[in-house]
């Protein structure tokens, strides 16, 4: 099957835009393994990112986060924030990454998160046996990557400036929500 991302296509905003937005059961219609092999750390994050733009722009916490085969560097799930969509306290970015990817063998990916994960995710993170995660805001939020790093997960710090500012500009206009998603509704007290 012909793909539109392939060896030869370009690799750009466009491109990684179509990659967010469609289902991950359907990006091989979308894009080739030649393609998913030219996607580097900072483009993956960035797709993170257009994740956590979404949850934004449906009212929801900006987060998103993406999991890739570490070998063939394939998207295996990604996901973003529903806290307000779904009304749900626990579709953080990551849950609903890890939710996409299914019942898989999480000791060979890398998970790929806008913002540093809060507690839960982490030990979500540590507990299905994730190889590596790549983290790209640790200015509005940190302090689990130690914990990951005690457990034997490879933590890098890869900081996008449009996912910075866009949790930053998110914080400030809905602090409760921010506090919300962080520490549930007694947080907001």
Request: hydrophobic share 40%; aromatic share 4%.
């Amino acid at each position: 099957m012909e793909t539109l991302l392939n060896a030869n296509a370009e690799l750009s905003d466009a491109a990684l835009t179509a990659i967010a937005h469609m289902p991950t059961a359907s990006l091989p219609a979308l894009m080739d393994a030649s393609f998913a092999k030219r996607l580097s750390d900072a483009d993956l994050m960035r797709v993170a990112v257009l994740l956590a733009q979404k949850s934004y722009d449906e009212g929801g916490c900006p987060i998103g986060a993406v999991i890739i085969d570490n070998d063939t560097r394939r998207i295996l799930g990604k996901g973003h924030n529903t806290l307000v969509q779904e009304n749900h306290p626990y579709h953080h970015g990551e849950t609903s990454a890890i939710r996409d990817a299914g019942r898989i063998d999480f000791s060979r990916t890398t998970l790929f998160t806008s913002l540093s994960p809060c507690e839960i995710c982490a030990t979500l993170v540590h507990m299905r046996g994730f190889a590596r995660v790549v983290v790209g805001d640790v200015t509005n939020a940190s302090g689990t990557e130690a914990l990951l790093l005690s457990k034997g997960v490879e933590v890098e710090v890869l900081e996008d400036t449009r996912g910075i500012e866009l949790y930053a500009r998110f914080r400030a206009e809905k602090p409760e929500l921010d506090l919300e998603d962080w520490q549930g509704l007694g947080g907001r007290k």
